[in-house]
């Protein structure tokens, strides 16, 4: 090892112990600075790792429901209306489901279905809100679902009275007991639990799938609900390219089928799912441009706070300075020591917000149901960001020290 090799090592271990040491001597000026750093790492690495949360969630629901999967939805989508006005717009049908089956070429599957919310009781337990659906075989064509111990619907279940559970809802109706086997009541009619679903939480269609209760259509439309009409269909295309086409073509027929005139309003809305992921994609870049803001404002903040430390430091320490610069201390030697103090405080703060962000990640991951994620670049980033402040906050501080001259300090 060379001389400069064994020197460097000790060099910054002395210029650590100094720093830690001078940075005590002003607390609460050097806290601040510190908080400035903290806030910014911890904005930057919550917004990095949410929005990386959010893409794996997206990409989760598109392999589970389908990457090329359009929705068809019966009403209109109004941001204001009556509920009235929507209830008289529910005109679709499984004939509509069948005419898109059969009259477009690039469609792979079709899935009708009916939703509807009803009181749901067990013995005597009654629990509300939870959505009851009324699905067909294909259903499970286009939809990865968890399968616990029981079974999903055959063939053989087209009418009969059987339900699958989901988590949420069994957990609120049987309450610890093992639903499979038991009868619950909708309706006055009575359903026999064949499965419990595994948690599966909120889909791009912001359906909670925890807090629904399935059941076969034929069951749903005869037993449950005694009404021709359904509200829902699930169209898979063949391929990503035919899928963008699709949507256009859906609508051209059942503005036909429903003799929707030209001009008049559409009583269904046909939506890709990939169109929800693009508007959730855009509404996170906002979010991280908005977050990437307030870091940039946090690291100013803090790169201030920083500098009005180390001139105070400065100021304070003219005669040790001129001290080391008599014992031998070079300028560089001093430059690099309050270089080193400012870049201290900043990886000091860095870490303070590291640990601060993926804290706060886990919560909002826990809260909203999202996967857990770190994002590599956002820690990468921040810490990156924090050296930068550090050392463009230290570099006038160390002019200013280098220009003190020994013998004026001597002579004072």
């Known amino acids: 090892m060379t001389a400069a090799g064994r020197f460097f090592p000790k060099n910054i271990y002395l210029n650590l112990a100094i720093a830690v040491k001078s940075l005590g001597s002003f607390k609460l000026r050097t806290f601040l600075a510190i908080a400035g750093v903290v806030l910014g790492t911890l904005s930057l690495i919550t917004v ?16 589970r429901f389908g990457k090329n999967l359009l929705t068809v939805k019966s009403g209109l989508t109004r941001g204001h209306g009556s509920p009235t006005d929507l209830t008289a717009s529910l005109k679709l049908t499984p004939d509509d489901a069948r005419a898109i089956k059969e009259s477009l ?3 792979k599957t079709v899935a009708p279905a009916a939703t509807k919310t009803f009181p ?5 337990t009654t629990v509300t809100g939870t959505m009851m659906m009324g699905i067909p075989m294909e259903f499970f064509k286009l939809k990865k ?48 639990v064949i499965e419990v679903l595994e948690p599966m939480a909120v889909d791009l269609s912001e359906i909670n799938e925890d807090n629904i209760v399935y059941v076969p259509l034929s069951t749903f439309m005869k037993r449950l609900t005694n009404t021709p009409t359904i509200n829902l269909i699930y169209v898979e295309a063949a391929s990503e390219v035919a899928a963008g086409q699709l949507k256009g073509e859906i609508e051209a027929l059942l503005r036909q089928r429903h003799n929707i005139k030209k001009g008049e309003r559409d009583d269904f809305t046909v939506t890709d799912l990939k169109d929800i992921n693009s508007m ?11 977050g990437m803001i307030t870091s940039a404002i946090s690291f100013t903040i803090s790169s201030i706070g920083i500098l009005s430390v180390m001139i105070l430091m400065v100021d304070e320490r003219k005669v040790e300075i001129g001290i080391r610069r008599v ?15 400012a870049s201290f405080i900043s990886l ?30 956002g820690v990468v980033v921040s810490f990156v960001a924090s050296i930068v402040t550090g ?10 020290a280098m220009a003190i001259q020994p013998v004026n300090i001597l002579r004072s």
């Open 348 to 377: 000091i703060g860095a870490a303070a917000g590291l640990i601060a962000g993926i804290a706060l990640t886990l919560a909002i991951s826990s809260i909203a149901k999202i996967p857990f994620a770190v994002s590599p670049a």
């Open 120 to 124: 749901i009781k067990y013995k005597n």
């Open 391 to 400: 050392i463009a906050s230290g570099i006038y501080p160390s002019i200013k």
């Open 145 to 192: 679902i968890p399968v616990g111990q029981g079974r999903l619907f055959t063939e053989k279940d087209a009418m009969a009275k059987v339900a699958i559970i989901g988590s949420k809802a069994a957990g609120k109706l049987f309450k610890g007991e093992a639903p499979i086997g038991k009868t619950i009541f909708v309706n006055q009619a009575a359903l026999e």
């Open 280 to 290: 959730q994609t855009k509404t996170m870049k906002i979010v991280v441009t908005l």
């Open 105 to 107: 070429p690039e469609v």
């Open 327 to 341: 014992v031998g201390a070079r300028k560089r030697d001093i430059a690099l020591q309050f270089l080193t103090e």
């Open 48 to 63: 990095a790792n949410t929005s990386r949360s959010m893409e794996l969630k997206t990409i989760n629901d598109l392999e």
